[in-house]
């Protein structure tokens, strides 16, 4: 019993020690997740669009901040429907927002860049 208290009396605070200075870093869980990653690694790249998805853009009027500052940045990939492991450039669909997806887009991630091939309205 003596020596769970003595275990308590450093775990507690220690870990209030940790949360505290971790949750000053802005540290998080969230860049970890498959989703969070293939995002990062898309918006690390160079963008090329191919005519189809130029026209949609017009045709929808969004911007190419719009893009990438909400659909990618806030966008879930769906894996489902994604081949993540296709050689030498994976393509992914994208839908924004996650609940209720108002749009789709497909693109495909190389080495440098990210070519994005459609864009759809879903609603």
Do not use: W
């Amino acid at each position: 019993m003596k020596k769970i208290k003595f275990f308590a009396i450093g775990l507690i605070p220690g870990l209030a020690i940790v949360f505290f200075v971790l949750n000053k870093k802005g540290a998080s869980c969230s860049g970890y997740l498959p989703n969070s990653r293939v995002i990062a690694e898309t918006l690390s790249k160079d963008f090329k669009y191919s005519e189809n998805f130029k026209t949609e853009m017009n045709t929808l009027k969004i911007n190419e901040k719009f893009l990438k500052d909400s659909i990618i940045t806030k966008g879930k990939i769906d894996f489902d429907k994604s081949h993540a492991q296709k050689k030498p450039c994976p393509d992914y669909v994208l839908v924004y927002p996650e609940k209720n997806p108002t749009y789709q887009i497909t693109y495909e991630k190389c080495e440098e860049n990210v070519t994005l091939n459609s864009l759809k309205k879903l609603k």
